[in-house]
């Protein structure tokens, strides 16, 4: 790999790690603001919401000019929303500004790999970025939980950077947006020595009713693909559980184990360890071709949730849900690279990249928002681990069904066509 892949990487990682510290930032926000429980889960929601509204125009953004201009413009927008954050906006709302910046981001970040690297190493490449991911959610969880422990954010306080001057930062929280400002800094600069690729940037088309209209040609293309809609299926529903289980996890940490926002966030990177050993298991074992049969480790994860609600211990919780870590990320990474390369073939990269991201954050939409509603209800977090358990390997098992149905409709006209050639 080039030095340019090398600072490609390091500029994703830093806008990631930025992004991860940023969230547990904004629930510490909200908690001394004694905002309700059920505002949590909705910065998620606020987050997302740019990547479901605008997915017919961010792709078509990010292939109208160099990718590294668009992730720099873009951490320029996330550097906004934190400071906004920083001077006393509502967290929702500033998250909100962040989630627009991470929108336009994402196809840029995986576009620039498939300009810049030759086709062999895409999945190699692919592999890296999700890696540095899910180090980078890990690592920010972690880093979030750290600097809002009073005891580490009061050193924090007392570094002088410039004798004499009072920068009237004097709160936890604005010590921890300082940090995370910090790191969108170092992406920023990261981005502009991104090599540029020398391909041609098409003046893209003005007209959003045509853009909605090829977006929306795109997303039933992938959707009536016998493999495309399974693939599909598997991503969608496993970014929204994914996203879900993170709230799940601190709510549950504080009702079963008695954990503050800060141990918390850790037990969060305790999943994202699982997540890393699955992923990296499954790229040494699945193949392409093998992938589909990674699918009933979904159910397992389900089932994996329903154990949650008998748990109070922490020798018994960490293992649980490094667990549920290995189970997702197995089966989620081989359904991913099945994903890419059905919608490659079928409308090219970039779209499918923005067909796929629709489906994902608009599941990541329904879902936190679903579980905020249930915590507004003051529904018991156990029944909620119950009911999401049941969902999931409910839900997987249905996609299971119906993946042996395309299998043998496909069987049958097979076996149609060699009868007739007889």
């Known amino acids: 790999m080039s030095k340019g892949f090398y600072i490609i990487m390091a500029a994703q990682f830093f806008s990631a790690l930025a992004d991860n ?12 603001m004694h905002a309700p429980a059920e505002y949590e889960p909705l910065l998620k929601t606020f987050f997302t919401v740019s990547y479901v509204a605008l997915a017919a125009f961010v792709g078509a953004f990010a292939d109208s000019m160099p990718k590294w201009r668009v992730m720099f413009i873009s951490n320029g927008i996330k550097i906004f929303g934190c400071s906004l954050m920083f001077f006393d906006m509502h967290p929702l709302l500033a998250y909100a500004v962040v989630g627009l910046g991470a929108a336009a981001y994402s196809p840029a970040k995986y576009g620039i790999l498939t300009e810049y690297l030759p086709h062999r190493l895409l999945v190699v490449a692919n592999g890296w970025i999700e890696g540095l991911t899910v180090a980078a959610i890990i690592l920010g969880v972690v880093l979030g939980g750290a600097l809002i422990q009073p005891e580490i954010a009061r050193s924090l306080l007392s570094l002088d950077p410039v ?11 604005e010590m921890t947006l300082i940090v995370v400002g910090a790191l969108y800094l170092i992406a920023a600069l990261f981005n502009l020595y991104i090599p540029d690729t020398g391909v041609d940037h098409k003046p893209l088309k003005k007209n959003p009713v045509y853009l909605i209209h090829e977006f929306s040609h795109c997303l039933k293309l992938l959707w009536r693909d016998k493999l495309g809609q399974i693939s599909l299926a598997v991503t969608t529903l496993f970014w929204g559980a994914g996203a879900t289980l993170q709230f799940i996890v601190l709510e549950w940490a504080k ?8 141990k918390a966030s850790m037990l969060q990177g305790v999943v994202a360890v699982g997540v890393a050993i699955g992923a990296v ?35 018994l919780a960490i293992p649980l849900l ?10 989620v990474v081989p359904m991913n690279a099945l994903l890419q390369h059905r ?4 409308m090219g990269a970039g779209h499918s990249i923005a067909v796929q991201n629709f489906n994902e954050n608009l599941s990541i939409l329904v879902m936190t928002t679903v ?8 529904l ?5 681990i119950v009911f999401f358990g049941l969902f999931v390997a409910g839900t997987m098992w249905l996609v299971k069904q119906k993946h042996e149905l395309n299998q043998s409709e496909r069987d049958d006209v097979a076996h149609l066509e060699d009868s007739s050639h007889h």
Do not use: E, Q
């Open 322 to 331: 490094v667990l549920i870590g290995v189970f997702s990320g197995f089966f």
């Open 163 to 173: 004798p004499f001057i009072d920068f009237g930062v004097d709160a936890v929280a």
């Open 281 to 315: 298991l499954a790229a040494r074992m699945i193949t392409l071709k093998k992938s589909v049969r990674v699918i009933p480790l979904g159910i397992a994860m389900g089932i994996g949730v329903l154990i949650m609600v008998a748990v109070r211990d922490m020798w």
């Open 255 to 262: 009702a079963a184990l008695n954990l503050d926002l800060s």
């Open 343 to 346: 919608g490659h073939i079928l």
């Open 371 to 378: 579980y905020s509603i249930l915590l507004a209800a003051s």
């Open 380 to 384: 018991s977090i156990y029944w909620i």
């Open 21 to 32: 510290t940023l969230l547990i930032a904004a629930i510490a926000i909200l908690r001394d």
